[in-house]
């Protein structure tokens, strides 16, 4: 799945991108090809210019007196000296061209060539192909020219120049164009690649992490629901026993069944939690009242164990929060240290104020975590002690977690073996 994933969004993203690469790649160069033409035209121009662009309505003297210069406008604003200034104007210097005058019924009268030679075939046809067409410029594409027509009612002059620039400078721009993006598709595909292992590296881990939290749950439900069924095959196979002679199986059928139950609510909660379906009832909390009455209420679970549970909690701090979450995050931390300390040390519960801040934390003494657990000791199921010896589903530490996140707090928790375990919640 995660490869699939991956696949599809390299793919996606060099579509993306190699589209709008080839869209810019095409419109430079159909811009370059039409700059190139206009050039062409201009410099075919600029031939006519010299060569009788004034040809119909000009006396003879007055068209050998025809220059380049003499033909620029001057009421355009610009004098011709500025000519060079205007780059994106400047005409192709054309050499290699055939002049042509044509009678009014398309005959050839005349015909001079500069580097240019052209079979008289080839120049019938393709002076036919610009009499016929409408177009005052144009290209005969199959002969690889390019014409320019001047026309009155009683003859034509038509000069035909070789358009092989063009079609040089097109093969050179496509291939150039086309290696362009051959070397950027390699490159995005590099970069693709790199940024969908970013991407996908929260969806596998999430991934990976439902897959673990649904092995889990299936492991921790295991075995209460194999107890309980062995409690219920023993007292099937008593047919003859009173509830009293079975209290003892339908007692512990109870405790695991609660047990069960106490699991799938952490499990509702953690999955509420993720779809934001979890519902905070905001109230103003007397967190001092809240943290003395847990601490007093673990104080016999404590004795049992040999363990004092030692309090610094200054009076009167209130927060504005959900009460009930709030006591399930106290009763979390304090039940988890009276877990893991050791027989005859000291559990210590603070809570304080900093300015607008608000510290709760406890403290124990027993095996510290080790480094490579202290990341993961809030994942859901997780448990630093793989032995399992002590009772629990590892869920407590999760709900801490999303419970002080959802009030805008952060939980942190420090290991060593000087100072013990202690987790700190800050609002």
Same mark, same amino acid.
């Given at each position: *799945?995660?490869?699939?994933?991956?696949?599809?969004?390299?793919? #996606? @993203?060099?579509?993306?991108?190699?589209?709008?690469?080839?869209? #810019?790649?095409?419109?430079?160069?159909?811009?370059?090809?039409?700059?190139?033409?206009?050039?062409?035209?201009?410099?075919?121009?600029?031939?006519?210019?010299?060569?009788?662009?004034?040809?119909?309505?000009?006396?003879?003297?007055?068209?050998?007196?025809?220059?380049?210069?003499?033909?620029?406008?001057?009421?355009?604003?610009?004098?011709? !000296?500025?000519?060079?200034?205007?780059?994106? @104007?400047?005409?192709?210097?054309?050499?290699?061209?055939?002049?042509?005058?044509?009678?009014?019924?398309? @005959?050839?009268?005349?015909?001079?060539?500069?580097?240019?030679?052209?079979?008289?075939?080839?120049?019938?046809?393709?002076?036919?192909?610009?009499?016929?067409?409408?177009?005052?410029?144009?290209?005969?594409?199959?002969?690889?020219?390019?014409?320019?027509?001047?026309?009155?009612?009683? =003859?034509?002059?038509?000069?035909?120049? !070789?358009?092989?620039?063009?079609?040089?400078?097109?093969?050179?721009?496509?291939?150039?164009?086309?290696?362009?993006?051959?070397?950027?598709?390699?490159?995005?595909?590099?970069?693709?690649?790199?940024?969908?292992?970013?991407?996908?590296?929260?969806?596998?881990?999430?991934?990976?992490?439902?897959?673990?939290?649904?092995?889990?749950?299936?492991?921790?439900?295991?075995?209460?629901?194999?107890?309980?069924?062995?409690?219920?095959?023993? *007292?099937?196979?008593?047919?003859?026993?009173?509830?009293?002679?079975?209290?003892?199986?339908?007692?512990?059928?109870?405790?695991?069944?609660?047990?069960?139950?106490?699991?799938?609510?952490?499990?509702?909660?953690?999955?509420?939690? !993720?779809?934001?379906?979890?519902? %905070?009832?905001?109230?103003?909390?007397?967190?001092?009242? *809240?943290?003395?009455?847990?601490?007093?209420?673990?104080?016999?679970?404590?004795?049992?164990?040999?363990? *004092?549970?030692?309090?610094?909690?200054?009076?009167?701090?209130?927060?504005?929060?959900?009460?009930?979450?709030? @006591?399930?995050?106290?009763? #979390?931390? %304090?039940?988890?240290?009276?877990?893991?300390?050791?027989?005859?040390?000291?559990?210590?519960?603070?809570?304080?104020?900093?300015?607008?801040?608000?510290?709760?934390?406890?403290?124990?003494?027993?095996?510290? #975590?080790?480094?490579?657990?202290?990341? =993961?000791?809030?994942?859901?199921?997780?448990?630093?002690?793989?032995?399992?010896?002590?009772?629990?589903?590892?869920?407590?530490?999760?709900?801490?977690?999303?419970?002080?996140?959802?009030?805008?707090?952060?939980?942190?928790?420090?290991?060593?073996?000087?100072?013990?375990?202690?987790?700190?919640?800050?609002?």
């Amino acid at each position: *799945m995660i490869k699939k994933l991956r696949r599809r969004i390299v793919l #996606i @993203n060099m579509l993306l991108i190699g589209a709008v690469i080839l869209t #810019i790649i095409v419109i430079v160069n159909v811009n370059n090809y039409s700059n190139s033409v206009n050039m062409m035209e201009r410099g075919m121009n600029q031939v006519f210019d010299k060569n009788g662009r004034d040809f119909f309505d000009s006396p003879p003297d007055q068209l050998n007196a025809l220059t380049p210069d003499s033909a620029m406008p001057e009421d355009n604003g610009f004098k011709h !000296d500025d000519r060079h200034k205007f780059d994106n @104007n400047t005409p192709i210097q054309i050499s290699s061209y055939v002049i042509v005058d044509v009678d009014e019924n398309g @005959n050839i009268i005349n015909t001079t060539e500069n580097d240019l030679t052209i079979d008289s075939e080839t120049l019938e046809k393709c002076v036919k192909s610009a009499l016929d067409s409408s177009k005052i410029f144009g290209q005969i594409t199959d002969e690889g020219l390019m014409y320019l027509k001047k026309s009155d009612m009683a =003859h034509s002059k038509i000069i035909f120049a !070789d358009n092989s620039f063009i079609s040089v400078s097109l093969r050179t721009s496509v291939i150039i164009s086309a290696l362009l993006l051959a070397g950027a598709m390699a490159v995005i595909f590099l970069i693709s690649l790199w940024l969908s292992g970013l991407a996908v590296k929260p969806v596998k881990r999430a991934w990976e992490q439902q897959k673990q939290f649904v092995a889990d749950a299936s492991h921790e439900l295991k075995t209460p629901l194999t107890v309980i069924l062995a409690n219920n095959n023993i *007292m099937i196979s008593h047919k003859d026993s009173t509830v009293a002679d079975e209290r003892q199986w339908l007692e512990s059928t109870e405790e695991e069944a609660n047990h069960m139950k106490k699991l799938i609510d952490n499990m509702l909660f953690l999955a509420k939690s !993720d779809a934001g379906e979890t519902k %905070v009832q905001l109230s103003t909390v007397d967190f001092s009242e *809240m943290a003395e009455a847990c601490a007093l209420n673990f104080e016999p679970v404590a004795f049992e164990k040999e363990i *004092m549970i030692d309090t610094d909690i200054e009076s009167g701090i209130t927060l504005e929060g959900d009460a009930t979450q709030l @006591n399930q995050l106290v009763h #979390i931390l %304090v039940d988890n240290a009276v877990k893991y300390a050791d027989s005859g040390t000291t559990v210590t519960i603070r809570l304080q104020k900093h300015g607008d801040k608000v510290e709760f934390s406890v403290n124990n003494k027993g095996n510290p #975590i080790p480094k490579e657990d202290i990341e =993961h000791i809030f994942d859901r199921f997780y448990r630093a002690e793989k032995s399992r010896t002590t009772k629990g589903y590892g869920l407590g530490l999760s709900i801490a977690r999303r419970i002080t996140e959802g009030m805008n707090g952060k939980i942190l928790v420090e290991s060593n073996k000087e100072n013990g375990t202690t987790f700190t919640v800050r609002f």
